[in-house]
T-cell receptor
Protein backbone atom coordinates (compact mmCIF):
# COMPACT_ATOMS: atom_id res chain seq x y z
CA UNK A 1 0.00 0.00 0.00
CA UNK A 2 1.00 3.68 0.22
CA UNK A 3 0.94 6.35 2.89
CA UNK A 4 -1.07 9.30 1.62
CA UNK A 5 -1.48 12.60 3.42
CA UNK A 6 -3.70 15.55 2.65
CA UNK A 7 -3.60 19.15 3.79
CA UNK A 8 -5.62 20.74 5.17
CA UNK A 9 -7.62 18.06 6.91
CA UNK A 10 -10.58 20.43 7.17
CA UNK A 11 -11.41 24.06 6.51
CA UNK A 12 -14.24 26.52 6.69
CA UNK A 13 -14.25 29.03 3.86
CA UNK A 14 -16.28 31.98 2.71
CA UNK A 15 -18.13 31.86 -0.58
CA UNK A 16 -16.26 33.35 -3.50
CA UNK A 17 -12.84 32.34 -2.18
CA UNK A 18 -10.59 29.49 -3.34
CA UNK A 19 -8.92 26.66 -1.45
CA UNK A 20 -5.97 24.56 -2.56
CA UNK A 21 -5.78 21.00 -1.23
CA UNK A 22 -2.48 19.17 -1.21
CA UNK A 23 -1.95 15.44 -1.59
CA UNK A 24 1.42 13.85 -0.76
CA UNK A 25 2.37 10.21 -1.31
CA UNK A 26 5.31 8.38 0.24
CA UNK A 27 6.27 6.68 -3.02
CA UNK A 28 6.33 7.53 -6.70
CA UNK A 29 3.05 6.81 -8.45
CA UNK A 30 1.97 7.38 -12.00
CA UNK A 31 -1.72 7.90 -11.51
CA UNK A 32 -3.39 10.10 -8.94
CA UNK A 33 -7.10 10.77 -8.68
CA UNK A 34 -9.28 13.39 -7.06
CA UNK A 35 -12.77 12.57 -5.76
CA UNK A 36 -15.60 14.48 -4.18
CA UNK A 37 -17.91 13.00 -1.56
CA UNK A 38 -20.91 15.16 -0.91
CA UNK A 39 -22.62 14.81 2.48
CA UNK A 40 -24.12 11.36 2.89
CA UNK A 41 -23.22 10.39 -0.68
CA UNK A 42 -20.86 8.08 -2.45
CA UNK A 43 -17.67 9.17 -4.20
CA UNK A 44 -17.60 10.94 -7.54
CA UNK A 45 -14.41 11.12 -9.59
CA UNK A 46 -13.42 14.68 -10.43
CA UNK A 47 -10.31 14.07 -12.49
CA UNK A 48 -7.30 11.89 -13.13
CA UNK A 49 -3.91 13.55 -12.73
CA UNK A 50 -0.87 12.03 -14.41
CA UNK A 51 2.54 13.57 -14.01
CA UNK A 52 3.65 15.56 -17.01
CA UNK A 53 0.26 15.88 -18.66
CA UNK A 54 -2.96 17.81 -18.28
CA UNK A 55 -5.49 16.39 -15.90
CA UNK A 56 -8.43 14.54 -17.42
CA UNK A 57 -11.77 15.75 -16.06
CA UNK A 58 -14.97 13.77 -15.72
CA UNK A 59 -18.26 14.96 -17.08
CA UNK A 60 -19.60 17.80 -14.96
CA UNK A 61 -16.21 18.99 -13.75
CA UNK A 62 -14.14 21.69 -15.47
CA UNK A 63 -10.60 22.94 -15.15
CA UNK A 64 -11.63 26.51 -14.36
CA UNK A 65 -13.51 25.36 -11.28
CA UNK A 66 -11.11 22.58 -10.19
CA UNK A 67 -7.60 23.30 -11.47
CA UNK A 68 -5.16 20.50 -10.71
CA UNK A 69 -1.39 20.44 -10.60
CA UNK A 70 0.85 17.38 -10.73
CA UNK A 71 4.43 18.65 -10.59
CA UNK A 72 6.06 15.30 -9.72
CA UNK A 73 5.33 11.65 -9.02
CA UNK A 74 4.60 12.13 -5.30
CA UNK A 75 2.51 15.28 -5.14
CA UNK A 76 -0.66 16.86 -6.50
CA UNK A 77 -2.93 19.78 -5.67
CA UNK A 78 -6.60 20.40 -6.31
CA UNK A 79 -7.99 23.92 -6.10
CA UNK A 80 -11.66 24.54 -5.51
CA UNK A 81 -12.25 27.95 -7.07
CA UNK A 82 -14.87 30.60 -6.45
CA UNK A 83 -16.52 28.43 -3.84
CA UNK A 84 -20.21 28.27 -3.06
CA UNK A 85 -22.01 26.34 -0.30
CA UNK A 86 -22.69 23.56 -2.83
CA UNK A 87 -18.95 22.84 -2.82
CA UNK A 88 -19.14 21.72 0.81
CA UNK A 89 -17.87 18.15 0.59
CA UNK A 90 -15.07 15.83 1.47
CA UNK A 91 -12.34 15.91 -1.16
CA UNK A 92 -10.17 12.81 -1.39
CA UNK A 93 -7.11 12.00 -3.40
CA UNK A 94 -6.18 8.47 -4.29
CA UNK A 95 -3.30 6.74 -6.02
CA UNK A 96 -3.23 3.76 -8.27
CA UNK A 97 -0.89 0.95 -7.26
CA UNK A 98 -0.37 -2.42 -8.87
CA UNK A 99 -1.22 -0.73 -12.11
CA UNK A 100 -4.26 1.45 -11.86
CA UNK A 101 -6.67 -1.26 -10.74
CA UNK A 102 -6.18 -0.89 -7.00
CA UNK A 103 -6.56 2.56 -5.50
CA UNK A 104 -5.57 3.76 -2.07
CA UNK A 105 -7.14 6.84 -0.59
CA UNK A 106 -5.94 9.73 1.48
CA UNK A 107 -7.76 10.75 4.67
CA UNK A 108 -9.74 13.45 2.90
CA UNK A 109 -10.21 17.21 3.29
CA UNK A 110 -13.49 18.27 4.86
CA UNK A 111 -14.59 21.56 3.36
CA UNK A 112 -17.44 23.69 4.60
CA UNK A 113 -18.35 26.78 2.56
CA UNK A 114 -20.45 29.43 4.27
CA UNK B 1 -22.83 1.50 -18.32
CA UNK B 2 -21.17 -0.27 -15.44
CA UNK B 3 -22.81 0.06 -12.05
CA UNK B 4 -22.82 -1.25 -8.48
CA UNK B 5 -25.89 -1.75 -6.32
CA UNK B 6 -25.66 -2.10 -2.56
CA UNK B 7 -28.29 -2.81 0.03
CA UNK B 8 -29.61 0.29 1.70
CA UNK B 9 -28.68 0.97 5.25
CA UNK B 10 -28.33 1.49 7.98
CA UNK B 11 -27.69 -2.07 9.00
CA UNK B 12 -28.05 -2.30 12.76
CA UNK B 13 -26.58 -5.29 14.58
CA UNK B 14 -25.63 -6.33 18.06
CA UNK B 15 -22.04 -7.21 18.83
CA UNK B 16 -21.07 -10.76 17.75
CA UNK B 17 -23.89 -10.97 15.22
CA UNK B 18 -23.35 -12.25 11.68
CA UNK B 19 -23.03 -9.59 9.00
CA UNK B 20 -23.99 -9.67 5.35
CA UNK B 21 -23.96 -6.60 3.14
CA UNK B 22 -25.23 -7.36 -0.34
CA UNK B 23 -23.52 -6.04 -3.45
CA UNK B 24 -24.38 -6.79 -7.05
CA UNK B 25 -22.86 -5.35 -10.17
CA UNK B 26 -23.57 -4.76 -13.82
CA UNK B 27 -20.63 -4.71 -16.17
CA UNK B 28 -19.78 -5.41 -19.76
CA UNK B 29 -16.98 -7.87 -19.18
CA UNK B 30 -15.23 -9.08 -16.06
CA UNK B 31 -14.29 -6.42 -13.55
CA UNK B 32 -12.15 -6.45 -10.44
CA UNK B 33 -14.25 -5.99 -7.32
CA UNK B 34 -13.48 -4.16 -4.10
CA UNK B 35 -14.84 -3.38 -0.68
CA UNK B 36 -13.77 -0.12 0.92
CA UNK B 37 -14.55 0.98 4.47
CA UNK B 38 -14.91 4.52 5.76
CA UNK B 39 -14.74 4.93 9.53
CA UNK B 40 -16.32 8.05 11.04
CA UNK B 41 -14.35 11.14 10.16
CA UNK B 42 -11.81 9.29 8.03
CA UNK B 43 -11.04 8.57 4.40
CA UNK B 44 -11.56 5.29 2.58
CA UNK B 45 -9.55 2.21 3.36
CA UNK B 46 -9.28 -0.74 1.04
CA UNK B 47 -10.78 -3.67 2.93
CA UNK B 48 -10.49 -6.48 0.39
CA UNK B 49 -10.55 -7.22 -3.30
CA UNK B 50 -11.04 -10.00 -5.84
CA UNK B 51 -9.87 -9.85 -9.41
CA UNK B 52 -11.51 -12.86 -11.03
CA UNK B 53 -14.47 -15.19 -10.70
CA UNK B 54 -14.53 -17.46 -7.63
CA UNK B 55 -11.75 -15.48 -5.94
CA UNK B 56 -12.34 -14.83 -2.27
CA UNK B 57 -11.02 -11.63 -0.75
CA UNK B 58 -10.53 -11.56 3.00
CA UNK B 59 -9.19 -9.17 5.63
CA UNK B 60 -9.80 -8.47 9.32
CA UNK B 61 -12.40 -11.26 9.51
CA UNK B 62 -14.35 -9.93 6.53
CA UNK B 63 -14.81 -12.04 3.41
CA UNK B 64 -16.36 -11.63 -0.02
CA UNK B 65 -16.49 -14.07 -2.92
CA UNK B 66 -16.63 -12.98 -6.56
CA UNK B 67 -19.67 -14.77 -8.00
CA UNK B 68 -19.84 -14.38 -11.75
CA UNK B 69 -23.06 -16.39 -12.12
CA UNK B 70 -24.97 -14.07 -9.80
CA UNK B 71 -22.82 -10.96 -10.48
CA UNK B 72 -22.43 -10.51 -6.76
CA UNK B 73 -19.73 -9.71 -4.21
CA UNK B 74 -21.47 -9.85 -0.84
CA UNK B 75 -19.51 -8.83 2.23
CA UNK B 76 -19.69 -11.13 5.27
CA UNK B 77 -18.28 -11.30 8.76
CA UNK B 78 -19.01 -13.99 11.28
CA UNK B 79 -18.96 -11.86 14.42
CA UNK B 80 -19.07 -8.08 14.25
CA UNK B 81 -17.59 -5.73 16.80
CA UNK B 82 -18.56 -2.21 17.82
CA UNK B 83 -15.37 -1.03 16.11
CA UNK B 84 -16.73 -2.30 12.77
CA UNK B 85 -19.28 0.52 12.75
CA UNK B 86 -18.56 2.38 9.53
CA UNK B 87 -19.78 2.93 5.98
CA UNK B 88 -18.91 0.15 3.55
CA UNK B 89 -18.58 0.81 -0.19
CA UNK B 90 -18.60 -1.83 -2.89
CA UNK B 91 -16.78 -0.86 -6.08
CA UNK B 92 -15.69 -2.25 -9.41
CA UNK B 93 -13.13 -1.43 -12.05
CA UNK B 94 -12.82 -2.91 -15.49
CA UNK B 95 -9.57 -4.57 -16.38
CA UNK B 96 -9.46 -3.58 -20.04
CA UNK B 97 -7.49 -0.38 -20.49
CA UNK B 98 -7.84 2.47 -18.06
CA UNK B 99 -11.27 2.64 -16.48
CA UNK B 100 -12.46 4.49 -13.42
CA UNK B 101 -13.59 3.01 -10.14
CA UNK B 102 -17.36 2.76 -9.96
CA UNK B 103 -18.74 2.93 -6.42
CA UNK B 104 -21.97 1.81 -4.89
CA UNK B 105 -23.89 4.21 -2.70
CA UNK B 106 -22.45 2.83 0.53
CA UNK B 107 -24.04 0.94 3.42
CA UNK B 108 -23.80 2.23 6.96
CA UNK B 109 -23.24 -0.42 9.63
CA UNK B 110 -24.06 0.33 13.24
CA UNK B 111 -22.98 -2.23 15.84
CA UNK B 112 -24.23 -1.86 19.40
CA UNK B 113 -22.68 -3.46 22.50
Amino acid sequence: SAVISQKPSRDICQRGTSLTIQCQVDSQVTMMFWYRQQPGQSLTLIATANQGSEATYESGFVIDKFPISRPNLTFSTLTVSNMSPEDSSIYLCSVGLQGWETQYFGPGTRLLVL
Amino acid sequence: GNSVTQMEGPVTLSEEAFLTINCTYTATGYPSLFWYVQYPGEGLQLLLKATKADDKGSNKGFEATYRKETTSFHLEKGSVQVSDSAVYFCALIMNTGFQKLVFGTGTRLLVSP
